[in-house]
Structure formats: C-alpha cells, structure tokens
T-cell receptor
Framework: NAGVMQNPRHLVRRRGQEARLRCSPM?????VYWYRQLPEEGLKFMVY????????ESGMPKERFSAEFPKEGPSILRIQQVVRGDSAAYFC?????????????FGPGTRLTVT | DAKTTQPPSMDCAEGRAANLPCNHS???????VYWYRQIHSQGPQYIIH???NNETNEMASLIITEDRKSSTLILPHATLRDTAVYYC????????????FGTGTRLLVSP
C-alpha cells in the first residue's frame, strides 16, 4: 500500500516564478492537508481539503497561495510570484475516511528553494 | 485545541526505554492525545493516539493519567533510528482537523 506521494521532492524557482507542488494521498483517503516548515522551525498548518472542496484555509497566506484537490488527480499547492521567504519544506498529509480520531499520514515533502 | 508542554530535549541510551512526557492540563473531554515524530528532514510520522485508556502498538505505548492532564510516550527499546523530534498534540476527536505542532522534544539516542 503506497504511502502519501509528493513531487517534485526538490524544486528550485527564481523570484517571480510560479511553483506547483503535487500531493497524491494514500489509496482510499479523501482528506488532504498541507503544512509548511520554514528552516529551523516547526510545521505550520496551511490548508485542509476534501475532494473538490476547501474545508479550512485558515493557515494560507492571503495572497499568491492557492490549493485545490480535484475529483481526479492529485492535490496541488500553487505559489505564484515566489519570493525568497517562500523557501521551505512543504508537507502534505492525508487521512482515512472513517474512524473516530483519524490520524494523518505525511508524505516526504517538497523542498522549495527560491533563488 | 489544548496547549501541550514538553521538555525541549532528552537523552536515552540505546536499548533502554525512552519515556517522553507531555503535559496537557487544559485538555477537554473530547480531545485525543496524538504523538508524531519527525526524523531529520523527513515528513512527520504518526506514532500513536489515545483518549483515556492506555494504548500500545508495534511502535510505542501511550500512558495517559487518570485525570488526562498528562501523558507519557514510551519507546520500550530505543534504537539509534529513534533519534527524532517527538510531538505531543491534542485535538478534538471524531473530526478532521489540522494538527497544531509545538516545539516538541528532541530525543537523542546514543550508543
């Protein structure tokens, strides 16, 4: 049973370019979460999505960041016009559909470097 | 979500039990205690969770005090690969909500 997959694992972008990060949840999981970890800091929640719906985006920066989880295909975190402060590790997690206290399973992360 | 308090760092000898404490004195009746760990640069790894009963799985045991204001994660036979930052998180059960990561405990397992 494959785990959460993220690609690319490493992404280098120049300032002003766009970054697209992809996350494929575990099979049978329809809940996806995105977290960001700045260098030497803890993980911070960004957004929680179910298929075709954004449930909680309280951690998303107001500008330049967007996320989607279409009916078919992976979840996408999109960062427009990247700046050096966007350099971080971005982790995706997924949860199973049932259970009283659903745990989250994390992917290996995408390390974004903005030059 | 309730706040948690963990020691910033702990040491453990390889092969010995590692006991990681967590205080969550303001936990509510419907909040679960979760433990995750992050091995250097990797994605966090789910370890175990519980509500009020002690729990055990292949990775660890979770002991929750009767008043639920604190808990202990026990790694029965620590190995070098258990060196990681361990996070204790409390959040409402029966819901799909974000995890709020604190600063965790950096566990160093030495030979």
């Amino acid at each position: 049973n494959a785990g959460v997959m993220q690609n690319p694992r490493h992404l280098v972008r120049r300032r002003g370019q766009e970054a697209r990060l992809r996350c494929s949840p575990m099979k049978g999981h329809s809940h996806v979460y995105w977290y960001r970890q700045l260098p030497e800091e803890g993980l911070k929640f960004m957004v929680y999505l179910q298929k075709e719906n954004i449930i909680d985006e309280s951690g998303m920066p107001k500008e330049r960041f967007s996320a989607e989880f279409p009916k078919e295909g992976p979840s996408i975190l999109r960062i427009q016009q990247v700046v050096r402060g966007d350099s971080a590790a971005y982790f995706c997690a997924s949860s199973p559909n049932g259970g009283r206290a659903p745990e989250q399973y994390f992917g290996p992360g995408t390390r974004l470097t903005v030059t | 979500d309730a706040k948690t308090t963990q020691p910033p760092s702990m040491d453990c000898a390889e092969g010995r039990a590692a006991n990681l404490p967590c205080n969550h004195s303001t936990i509510s009746g419907n909040e679960y205690v979760y433990w995750y760990r992050q091995i250097h640069s990797q994605g966090p790894q789910y370890i175990i969770h519980g509500l009020k009963n002690n729990e055990t799985n292949e990775m660890a045991s979770l002991i929750i005090t009767e008043d639920r204001k604190s808990s202990t994660l026990i790694l029965p036979h620590a190995t070098l690969r258990d060196t990681a930052v361990y996070y204790c998180i409390v959040r409402v059960g029966e819901s799909f909500q974000k995890l709020v990561f604190g600063t965790g405990t950096r566990l160093l397992v030495s030979p």
